[in-house]
């Protein structure tokens, strides 16, 4: 009997504002709320974007106060918190040269070693010289327009760097911490009781990011610091690296000593950190499963790499579709005339833990992970091309499916959550799989949804934008329309596939299961199927029946009620971020070895070891 993979717990931050409690969902379809929920999620976005707080914050905003929310959220020209993109600093380099040499006075410490041919020194008092030189080489200061003018940021005025103590941190590492504290608070139990049911080495914790921390912080400032004239941190390189959401998250969010990891797929990367997960949880090597994803790209060096491939949708590609007067805020544009995908930043978490862990502690229940298939693409000619690694990914999540709940389910209650990365290579491709296989397995008008067209591309954590968006879906039944694009370009093919302009009310009982689908550069392929929650009670249900779904419901009620505290403190703007540097450190001095188990100090539970021969017919 295999472990189902519950989702007990979400939580993160993207362009849409805080994602537990369903709320960057409820962003993105804010026309289709009523007006009670609508002033909810705006009054939540205007604490967390620093315009109300204290008893300021709930309530309805004025005016002025709901447009400024309105446009400091979602995908939108790109503020000058980041870089000044028609400013951009670079250097130039030029070789000068002069009838009459150069001199030049200097610090003599400032000399550089050895000296350049040609230069003569003659030492002055205070510590100076002289230099004569014939010639000289140089970088100038300059500027220059990187042309790429739109990006799916954080809401303007939240810096998830000022909820904690956080010097020095990368801002995608910043993020991890706000992300996952999100997830973990919005569990509603406490985690040190979690971690004690589970057992210490129970626990996995899988994340990452795509691109590194390319910030100041992290690598970015590795590679530029001695060309910069300045100093390598002892910091950069190690804070740098991709697996650091994990290490954070394990350190200073759960002190975790269980299993850890950071699988790193390009933009399928969320999903690849959510398969190790499904994993562990499916075959009992952990009950309790983290997985998250955090990216901050938007550095002038990543955004221009990208523009450079021909990859972003830039000024005048977006000039082609809508004149002089570009509306960057529908700059990601899915399925539709578009001319590059749309950058974004973000973190995205969810807590799965396997069905029994999360009846005995009254977990809340999302949904669950049914499985996530992941294929490659074979021989290629272009490692960022597109290839048939996608058509084994989905069809097998598909297959699957129906074997689980059914042809009636699978045609009928099903969903698409595309990678639509809002090229027009991507439109082509991603709609031809999805049109040829709904064909293939009978389905016809098969909702096809894509989030990136209000958040952007987020890398490493997009398919967490479309883990997250599905949990919503299956709350509220609104299935967000791809609202950036006036029409369906014409070589999309949608035969058998559903591509709204709108969003689409459903009632949240008759959407049974989600795909969530991922394209990534290199051959990176990924799709996993989620279902909704009606349906994982209904299996719960079946393998333990309904007194103990009862019992269940009874222990849910509280931690329901912390749950719900929480979220109506960060709606107020405190997010209460878990940061736990240094706090409850293990003295390997007090670690004990007795029989076949070993007992850790601070760490609730004891470590049980294998003492049985996996290899019994062999050795």
Known sequence: MQRLPVITAFGGFNPAGRSSFHRGYKRMVLDRL????????????????GLRTGDAAGGPLDATLEQAVLQGTLVRELESRFYDYRHCHFHQPAELRSDGGFTFEMS???????????????????????????ELSVMLDSYREIAVASAGQLPTGFEPGDQYNSRFHPRGLQLAILGASDAVRALGIDWDLVAAKAGPDKVSVYASSAMSQLD?????????????GGRVSSKQLALGLTSMPADFVNAYVLGSVGTTGAVAGACATYLYNLRAAVEDIRCGRARVAVVGAAEAPLVPEVVDGYATMGALANLDGLRKIFGDDIDFRRASRPFGDNCGFTLGEGSQWAVLMDDELALELGAPIHGAVANVF?????????????????????????SEVRAILGE???????????????????????????DRLAGAFGIEHWPVCAVKAFVGHTVAAA???????????????????????????????????SLSLTHVERDPMSLDVAFLNSKGFGGNNATASVLAPHIVEKMLGKRYGEHTLTDYRKRNEAVAERAAAYDARAS?????????FGEGLIDEEGISLEGSSLKLPGIAGEVILPVENPFSDMV
Do not use: C
């Open 34 to 49: 009523g007006a009670a929920e609508r002033t909810d999620i705006l009054s939540d976005l205007a604490a967390l974007m």
């Open 108 to 134: 003599a410490r400032q000399l550089p070693s050895p000296l350049p041919e040609g230069w003569r020194v003659e030492p002055l008092d205070n510590g100076r010289v002289r230099i004569r030189a014939a």
């Open 216 to 228: 100041p912080n992290g690598n970015g400032g590795l590679l530029q610091s001695r060309l910069r």
């Open 374 to 398: 992941v294929n490659a693409d074979g021989p290629k000619k272009s490692i960022s091309a597109p290839g048939p690694g996608n058509y084994l990914t989905v069809a097998r999540a598909m």
């Open 408 to 434: 009636e389910s699978l045609r009928h209650r099903s969903f698409v959550q595309a990678h639509g990365s809002s090229t027009p290579q991507n439109r082509v491709t991603e709609s031809a799989i999805f």
């Open 463 to 497: 398919s967490g934008d479309q883990l997250i968006s599905s949990l919503g879906i299956f709350n509220r039944g609104i299935l967000p329309g791809i609202t950036t694009i006036d029409r369906v370009a014409d070589d999309v093919y949608h035969e058998h596939l």
């Open 572 to 580: 107020r703007g405190d997010l209460d971020a878990i940061y736990r």
